[in-house]
């Protein structure tokens, strides 16, 4: 009795949800970089620049993610959804920020850079935010919030709306 929502999706589905991810990974971390960058510029401290510098490729990947790699953003969702991943993307974002100041702090040569600091905490973080999206936000654990939430629906609870669409993961 194979359930078609809760099939895992094929291995060339997979790999090209990954390489999306990891094409939209790339553009938060131009983000990331620029806005480290214009903050350093700005004569900011670098650990506020890297704060800064987080929250907006955060929100970048996010609406990017839901839209086109994941295909579950909606208006309705909205909120929902950006609590969800923002919350899944906090413990990334954790570990890519103490990288990043435990490596800049250091103030060696090559790895006390801000930038090479920058690169290896996103890497971490890459790692992270890509298995809780896949798996938590938008897969299959986010699919079974969102069948109880509709049960509850139906049962005339009042419930807030599940984080995502049913299908959304399997385009």
Request: one cysteine or more; a positive charge.
């Amino acid at each position: 009795m194979d359930d078609p929502e809760i099939l895992i999706p094929s291995p060339p589905k997979r790999r090209r949800l990954l390489v999306r991810f990891s094409g939209v990974a790339l553009i938060g971390f131009a983000v990331s970089a620029l806005v480290l960058h214009l903050g350093l510029e700005a004569g900011l401290r670098p650990w506020i620049s890297r704060l800064i510098a987080l929250l907006c490729a955060m929100n970048v990947t996010f609406l990017i993610n839901g839209r086109f790699v994941f295909k579950a953003l909606t208006r309705r969702t909205f909120m929902a959804q950006w609590l969800a991943y923002a919350a899944n993307s906090a413990f990334g974002n954790f570990c890519n920020y103490w990288i990043f100041v435990t490596l800049e702090s250091t103030h060696r040569p090559f790895i006390g850079d801000p930038y090479v600091a920058l690169f290896a905490g996103s890497i971490a973080a890459w790692a992270i935010n890509f298995t809780g999206a896949r798996f938590l936000v938008f897969g299959g654990a986010a699919r079974k919030v969102v069948g109880r939430v509709a049960l509850l629906n139906r049962r005339g609870l009042p419930v807030a709306p599940g984080p995502v669409e049913p299908e959304s993961s399997h385009r």
